[in-house]
């Protein structure tokens, strides 16, 4: 590719002053002098469907909520958005002692009204969105995301391809949903 026709400034900014074509993906060359796509400069992610979804405004309206901790998005080569969410442990432990409901962490996010409880929020939350941008499944994590499962920077910000690594099987469970 050349640039684009009669858009000099946003040719400029896609391709720079080596010829190079800047997509927005980040890669890695194999030894063969292949190019693998591994990641997205800018955070998006993008359903089987082509849609294109922003999930960092998603998360944050999420965690507006009083009841969930962290959201993470996901859906890339996807037909819809699922979410791993981490609740706010604060509040889901005093409500359980509130309504004498004792159990670890992991038995308390199964809790039927626990589940419910977080449901209702994302369907707050989904309620602003289009219907492709809908998180359709989401799954309750039992501990909160660490630095030291490299889960977050140490500015606190969620890795999402260490996230998605770690939780591997989960995500795989929404594709097969």
Do not use: C
């Amino acid at each position: 590719m050349k640039g684009y026709f009669r858009h000099a400034e946003t040719t400029a900014e896609a391709i720079n002053a080596e010829g190079w074509f800047h997509t927005g993906d980040i890669g890695e060359l194999s030894a063969d002098g292949y190019l693998k796509i591994t990641d997205r400069k800018k955070d998006l992610l993008v359903l089987s469907n082509g849609k294109k979804v922003a999930p960092q405004p998603i998360e944050a309206e999420l965690k507006h909520s009083d009841w969930i901790g962290e959201a993470v998005l996901f859906g890339d080569r996807q037909s819809t958005v699922s979410a791993l969410i981490v609740p706010a442990f604060d509040k889901l432990l005093g409500w359980a002692k509130q309504n004498s409901i004792v159990g670890s962490a992991e038995e308390l996010i199964e809790n039927a009204e626990v589940q419910k409880i977080v449901k209702t929020e994302i369907d707050k939350v989904n309620a602003t969105l289009p219907d492709y941008e809908r998180i359709k499944r989401f799954r309750l994590l039992p501990k909160p995301f660490s630095i030291e499962a490299g889960e977050l920077t140490p500015t606190l910000k969620v890795r999402r391809k260490v996230v998605a690594e770690n939780y591997a099987s989960i995500l795989a469970s929404f594709a097969r949903d």
